[in-house]
């Protein structure tokens, strides 16, 4: 891993240029036969980049955060699916946040889980994890929450291996992260971080029909007999 300070210069152009630098940081994975799981939605890039290079197999993995009633700036926990919660109580307790005003929240946030699962997968069934070794990628970590709710969760389902490739870490994250895992990779480890995207050129939204063309496409390369995969728009 290389540890760079770039006084908030954008490093990456784009999501899919930073999958390209940690697909190749992640190479010598792909002995290992492992399975990508992606974050959305600005994992997913990184991801379809990373199982390209691995010539591995892509999924997703649905985790969102939970902000603070009228603060969505403040991340007060995370959920996934299944209905898993995970709650910060020293957020909560720090900014005096009512227990009771968080219900509503977190309801909308494991109904927006529910929908993208039935949107993504389709009764598709899942990649099990199972003995496997698991790259879990996201285009960027500041507090490190979201990916250690994320990896906990793998862990109940007896991976092999977890490890974590994102396009930039907070180096304060970092060495929790590299407790919880069996490596964590990144292209970039700033001395400053206040963002994920001030590292990107291009950080904008990624679109839930750009999600489903990226999977379509890995899919398409793992199964000979699957139907052409209309073209993208765009992809770098």
């Given at each position: 891993m290389s540890t760079r300070s770039l006084a908030h210069t954008p490093a990456f152009a784009d999501r899919y240029e930073a999958g390209r630098l940690l697909a190749y940081q992640m190479r010598h994975l792909s002995d290992e036969a492992p399975i990508v799981l992606a974050l959305p939605r600005g994992g997913v890039p990184l991801g379809y980049e990373v199982a390209r290079g691995l010539t591995a197999p892509l999924d997703l993995l649905l985790v969102r955060k939970i902000p603070a009633p009228g603060r969505p700036e403040l991340t007060v926990g995370v959920v996934g699916e299944g209905g898993a919660?995970?709650?910060?109580?020293?957020?909560?307790?720090?900014?005096?946040?009512?227990?009771?005003?968080?219900?509503?929240?977190?309801?909308?946030?494991?109904?927006?889980?529910?929908?993208q699962a039935w949107k993504y997968y389709r009764g598709r069934p899942r990649i099990g994890v199972k003995d496997r070794v698991v790259v879990l990628v996201d285009d960027g970590v500041g507090t490190g929450r979201t990916a250690t709710f994320a990896i906990e969760g793998l862990r109940r389902d007896s991976p092999k291996k977890v490890v974590l490739g994102v396009g930039v870490v907070a180096p304060e994250a970092y060495p929790g992260l590299l407790r919880i895992t069996d490596g964590v990779y990144s292209p970039l480890v700033p001395g400053l971080f206040h963002s994920i995207g001030e590292w990107y050129r291009e950080f904008e939204p990624i679109g839930e029909l750009e999600i489903e063309r990226l999977l379509q496409e890995i899919h398409h390369l793992h199964d000979a007999d699957a139907l052409p995969v209309p073209q993208r728009a765009r992809v770098a």
């Open positions: 919660v995970r709650i910060d109580e020293a957020v909560v307790r720090e900014h005096h946040i009512r227990w009771g005003d968080l219900d509503e929240v977190i309801l909308h946030e494991q109904e927006e889980i529910e929908r």
